[in-house]
């Protein structure tokens, strides 16, 4: 069974930093497109940031461009956000998916899901 477990979240300040990762086990994530969404209290969930299975692609929400990075380790099997210049509205729970080869906007052509890492922003 494919396994995806997030870490890197915890409580910074507006304008700080948090790197996320998402590392998986029981399977190899050269095959895998890994998404990054997010859901905050009472509100949907979101998309964020998405990469191809070879990492030659990748995509934004217009929310965090030029303010996150997504990369991947296929080495360490694992996938990473680095989320810079962070903002109160990015307080949410933040979920790592797969998906077989490429990236697609709509949650729910993710087949595994880690259990989430939340990110709260706040002075």
């Known amino acids: 069974q494919l396994q995806l477990v997030e870490s890197g979240g915890g409580l910074v300040q507006p304008g700080g930093s948090l790197r996320l990762s998402c590392a998986a086990s029981?399977?190899?994530?050269?095959?895998?497109?890994i998404g990054w969404f997010r859901q905050a209290p009472g509100k949907e969930r979101e998309g964020v940031s998405c990469?191809?299975?070879?990492?030659?692609?990748?995509n934004y929400a217009d929310s965090v461009k030029g303010r996150f990075t997504i990369s991947r380790s296929n080495a360490k099997n694992t996938v990473y956000l680095q989320m810079n210049s962070l903002k109160p509205e990015g307080t949410a729970i933040y979920y790592c998916?797969?998906?077989?080869?490429?990236?697609?906007?709509?949650?729910?052509?993710?087949?595994?899901w880690g259990q989430g890492t939340q990110v709260t922003v706040s002075s």
């Open positions: 990469i191809s299975s070879s990492g030659g692609r990748t």
């Open positions: 029981g399977f190899t994530l050269d095959y895998y497109a």
């Open positions: 998916a797969a998906r077989e080869s490429t990236c697609i906007a709509d949650s729910k052509f993710f087949g595994s």
